[in-house]
């Protein structure tokens, strides 16, 4: 209720929130998980686990199955086609998130201001705001990605800086 | 330097972002920490570890010396005081968890809007906008959150939903 009556505060949309600035904070994490996946072992990418959880490998599957997709549902609306491909080495991984990487570039600048507070369905079942959906999309990357920074530590590899987003 | 364009583009500000989806966003986040913080058995939380990390009680300690200061912070400009009280029981973390909520959703609210565009320093060396130093208080919890969903799953325990912010 007090945030209902905060959201349509006569400050809304003071807040600065661009194109560039929603690209730069979800490309800046994409960079340090691209660092995730250039420091992790390539023997163990699709092997290691702890508590039973899901590989590293098989996390980066899930990221590159979702960045896209939700920028393309925001910027028109459409899902399009899940990302059938899923690499199962090293390589492959980073010439695909290259690849996303590339035309998130390309989409993010164009997404409509309003399409950020419109309501999508994603994954063809949740109904969010643009701004939401690619929230999510970020935060879920950073949750699972400070998974793999325990996995590379129990690995006795030094993970990247969490803070550098270079 | 497109960044930069595009940051000034008339676009700006359109994008909706108010204290409201600030402070809801981030309390989402600081909700499921404490159900993590609940659900973390009490004679592991500051004795188990993995790949030579921190205990999960001492990340709950750099959460609670974060969220609170950064909102003092973006409010007034003033650090304030570091927070001191380092509870080293379940209960103890909760309680002091459960004050700074409070605090900060008093807080948030009360942001003027430029403050989410003015330069501030954190931790007395860090320059960043407002909304940036929120930002990084947020995704810092949900890294370092996401181990110790792993320190959970290998003790055997299920942790709560990420999805499930209420």
Same mark, same amino acid.
């Given at each position: 209720?007090?945030?209902?009556?905060?959201?349509?505060?006569?400050?809304?949309?003071?807040? %600065?929130?661009?194109? =560039?600035?929603? +690209?730069?904070? &979800?490309?800046? *994490?994409?960079?340090?998980?691209?660092?995730?996946?250039? $420091?992790?072992?390539?023997?163990?990418?699709?092997?290691?686990?702890?508590?039973?959880?899901?590989?590293?490998?098989?996390?980066?599957?899930?990221?590159?199955?979702?960045?896209?997709?939700?920028?393309?549902?925001?910027?028109?609306?459409?899902?399009?086609?899940?990302?059938?491909?899923? %690499?199962?080495?090293? =390589?492959?991984? +980073?010439?695909? &998130?290259?690849? *996303?990487?590339?035309?998130?570039?390309?989409?993010?600048? $164009?997404?409509?201001?309003?399409?950020?507070?419109?309501?999508?369905?994603?994954?063809?079942?949740?109904?969010?705001?643009?701004?939401?959906?690619?929230?999510?999309?970020?935060?879920?990357?950073?949750?699972?990605?400070?998974?793999?920074?325990?996995?590379?530590?129990?690995?006795?590899?030094?993970?990247?800086?969490?803070?550098?987003?270079?």
């Amino acid at each position: 209720m007090a945030q209902a009556e905060m959201a349509g505060d006569r400050k809304t949309g003071d807040c %600065p929130c661009t194109q =560039a600035q929603v +690209l730069e904070h &979800w490309q800046g *994490h994409r960079r340090l998980t691209r660092k995730v996946i250039e $420091a992790f072992p390539e023997d163990q990418m699709f092997t290691f686990t702890l508590g039973g959880m899901r590989t590293f490998g098989a996390m980066v599957h899930e990221f590159l199955g979702m960045a896209l997709p939700v920028a393309n549902q925001v910027a028109t609306g459409t899902w399009g086609d899940p990302i059938a491909e899923k %690499p199962t080495d090293k =390589a492959g991984l +980073l010439r695909l &998130w290259d690849e *996303h990487t590339a035309k998130i570039d390309a989409i993010v600048p $164009a997404i409509a201001p309003e399409r950020f507070h419109e309501k999508i369905k994603i994954y063809e079942q949740y109904e969010v705001t643009g701004m939401e959906a690619i929230q999510y999309t970020v935060d879920n990357e950073i949750h699972h990605r400070g998974q793999g920074y325990v996995y590379l530590r129990a690995l006795g590899f030094e993970p990247p800086a969490f803070y550098d987003r270079s």
